[in-house]
C-alpha cells in the first residue's frame, strides 16, 4: 500500500512541476521566425542557423515548402541568424531579443558564391507583430545603468506607467514588491522569475528578492498579455536573471554617503536662533 502512495506521489508531483516548467519556458523565452527567398520572391529552401552571440550555442533548422522556418522556446539574447543555401550568398542579421518578443527574419538570398554574406545589424527588435500585450521592457542596458537607490530590482516596476505601491493584505505580512497597477489590488500582479512563480498568494508581492546584480531584463505586461501566463488579471511581472556567457565578466558597486554632500538641516534652538 505504501509502495503505491509512493508511486502515485511521484507522479503528482512530476506532472506538477513538468505542468509548471513547461509554464515556465513560455514566459521566460522569445521566439525567432522567418522566411528565405530569393531576388525574385521565389521560395527557397535553405539551413537557417540562430547563434546565442553570448554562449556560442546555436540551433538549426531548415526551411518548410513555404520558405519558412520557426525557433520556439529562444533565451533572450543577442542572437545572429545565418542563412545559407548552395549557389547562393549567404545571409546574417544579428539582433537583440527580448524576453517575449518575436524577432522577424525577412532573408533574401542572392545568387553568388557562398563566401559572400550579405549582413544585416538590426539592432533591437522595433515591431513586434506577433504580440498583442501592453508591456515595458526594461532592457539589460537599463537594468545596469539607471541609478537604483538600494539596489533593489522591485524598485524597475516604478518606471512603468500606471504602477505605484501597495498595502500588503495582511498588514502583520509585509512582502516586498507589493504593486498596483492601474489601480488594481496588489494580489492580482503575478510575479515571476525566469518562468517560475516568485508571488505569495497569501498577501500579495515577491518570495524572493532577486539583487539588482542578478538580472538580466525585467519585464511587465499590463494589458492583453498572453494566456500563458495566466492567474492573474492584473498584471504580469518577469524578471530574467543573467545566465552567463563565454567571457569573464564582473561588477562592483558602492554607497558614497557624506554629510559634505548633504542639505543643510537647521533645527531652532530655544534662544531664537538655528543650530546645523
Known amino acids: 500500500m505504501s509502495h503505491k502512495f509512493l508511486t502515485s506521489f511521484l507522479v503528482f508531483g512530476l506532472v506538477v512541476f513538468g505542468a509548471s516548467y513547461a509554464r515556465g519556458q513560455a514566459t521566460a523565452s522569445a521566439t525567432i521566425v522567418g522566411t528565405a527567398t530569393d531576388s525574385t520572391g521565389a521560395v527557397v529552401g535553405a539551413r537557417v542557423t540562430a547563434t546565442n552571440k553570448a554562449t556560442g550555442v546555436t540551433r538549426t533548422t531548415t526551411t518548410s515548402t513555404t520558405g519558412d522556418f520557426r525557433f520556439d522556446q529562444v533565451a533572450p539574447s543577442n542572437y545572429t541568424v545565418n542563412v545559407s543555401k548552395e549557389g547562393y550568398a549567404g545571409y546574417a542579421q544579428s539582433f537583440e531579443l527580448l524576453i517575449g518578443q518575436t524577432a522577424s527574419v525577412a532573408a533574401t538570398l542572392k545568387v553568388g558564391q557562398a563566401s559572400e554574406v550579405v549582413v544585416v545589424n538590426s539592432g533591437e527588435v522595433q515591431l513586434d507583430l506577433a504580440k498583442t500585450e501592453i508591456a515595458q521592457q526594461i532592457s539589460p542596458q537599463e537594468v545596469d545603468q539607471l541609478p537604483m537607490l538600494g539596489r533593489d530590482s522591485a524598485n524597475l516596476a516604478y518606471l512603468v506607467p500606471g504602477v505605484k505601491s501597495a498595502d500588503s493584505f495582511d498588514p502583520t505580512k509585509n512582502r516586498s514588491a507589493i504593486l498596483s497597477v ?42 492583453r498579455f498572453s494566456a500563458a501566463n495566466g492567474r492573474s488579471e492584473g498584471a504580469v511581472i518577469n524578471l530574467i536573471t543573467k545566465s552567463g556567457s563565454n567571457k569573464l565578466h564582473g561588477s562592483l558597486f558602492s554607497f558614497f554617503r557624506d554629510q559634505a554632500l548633504n542639505a543643510d538641516a537647521k533645527v531652532a534652538n530655544g534662544a531664537g536662533g538655528y543650530d546645523l
Request: hydrophobic fraction near 30%.
Open 182 to 223: 492601474n489601480g488594481a489590488s496588489g494580489r492580482n500582479v503575478n510575479v515571476t522569475v525566469n518562468g517560475v512563480d516568485n508571488k505569495d498568494n497569501t498577501v500579495g508581492g515577491t518570495v524572493m528578492q532577486v539583487p539588482l546584480e542578478a538580472v538580466e531584463e525585467y519585464n511587465i505586461s499590463t494589458q
